[in-house]
């Protein structure tokens, strides 16, 4: 069974994100979904034929995990954006729990941002960890690399060049601006609660 891509043009017209940075990064997206059902078709049809020691098998399954990571990455991020900013609120359990891991708001938001600007290619991803009710942000380097196993992904900020490039250069800085003042707060607290 084939993964469908999901659609996230409500995104387009988003202030300060140019609908062609966008689109491009959409297709992007696109690729990381279509790569995911060509290596998962192949695997399958590898299996059915009995292919489980060869290189092909190892290599192909470890690729499978940065193609699954690179579109569910995507989902994640996209998801978090919307057109209208949707705040905090400040009451929510969400809230309550960053301000126990980090002290205040303003010291979690110095952080992620602090991590959005190092050198460097990847995600910044605000990470829960159900087991311990602990809040971590956490630079991934890699889509297959860094992760928090276990924990759930609650806020996801892309800072590969492709997702500020078009629009700002080498101004990461404004990128992460625009980042933060798009985000939907109620779906990272929706994820928070699941």
């Known amino acids: 069974m084939n993964y469908e891509q999901k659609d996230f043009n409500s995104l387009l017209g988003i202030k300060g994100l140019s609908d062609t940075m966008l689109s491009n990064h959409f297709t992007l997206y696109a690729g990381y979904v279509a790569n995911f059902n060509k290596l998962n078709d192949i695997l399958v049809a590898m299996e059915k034929d009995g292919k489980f020691g060869t290189p092909e098998y190892a290599e192909l399954n470890r690729r499978l995990g940065w193609e699954w ?12 954006m919307t057109e209208n900013f949707v705040p905090m609120e400040k009451d929510s359990e969400l809230s309550k729990s960053i301000i126990k891991e980090f002290g205040s708001i303003e010291f979690w938001e110095k952080d992620f941002r602090s991590m959005a600007a190092m050198r460097g290619i990847g995600w910044v991803v605000l990470y829960h960890d159900a087991e311990t009710g602990r809040l971590f942000n ?3 380097n890699e889509h297959d690399v860094g992760h928090f196993a276990g924990a759930v992904p609650l806020l996801v900020m892309d800072v590969f060049e492709h997702a500020y490039m078009t ?3 080498i101004k990461r800085a404004a990128y992460i601006n625009v980042f933060m003042e798009n985000i939907n707060w109620k779906e990272v607290k929706k994820r928070f609660e699941k």
């Open 167 to 169: 629009d700002y250069g």
């Open 69 to 80: 990571n690179g579109m569910r990455l995507h989902e994640l991020y996209f998801g978090n």
């Open 138 to 140: 956490v630079w991934i």
